[in-house]
């Protein structure tokens, strides 16, 4: 996986805001990476592969969202066990099929 692959999976992940930060970098630096506008990313892609090479593994197969890495399984996996009364869907068939899910179901 290339460095803006990295960045585009972190910012996924959390957010370009968030990701901004922990390199100590503004958000529009962030945007305009994604976009292919800055000048010069190297630097700013270099940082966001030492910050986020952990990313770069096997993704996970959620029965709702398709393949994730497990770290957003694990979010999820959080938010849905505290919200134990939510009408979205991805809480309902995570909790009944999900079989990497602690939370119920084959899990």
């Given at each position: 996986m290339d460095s803006l692959e990295l960045l585009k999976k972190a910012c996924n992940l959390y957010g370009q805001r968030k990701v901004a930060k922990s390199i100590a970098r503004s958000a529009t630096t962030?945007?305009?990476?994604?976009?292919?506008?800055?000048?010069?990313?190297?630097?700013?892609?270099?940082?966001i592969r030492l910050a986020y090479g952990h990313l770069d593994s096997t993704d996970t197969q959620c029965p709702t969202l398709g393949a994730i890495h497990p770290q957003t399984c694990e979010r999820y996996r959080e938010w849905a066990m505290m919200?134990?009364?939510?009408?979205?869907?991805?809480?309902?068939?995570?909790?009944?099929?999900?079989?990497?899910?602690?939370?119920?179901?084959?899990?």
């Open positions: 962030i945007n305009q990476t994604l976009n292919g506008t800055y000048p010069n990313p190297e630097p700013i892609l270099e940082m919200n134990k009364v939510h009408p979205d869907r991805l809480y309902r068939e995570v909790k009944e099929q999900c079989a990497t899910c602690t939370m119920g179901g084959r899990g």
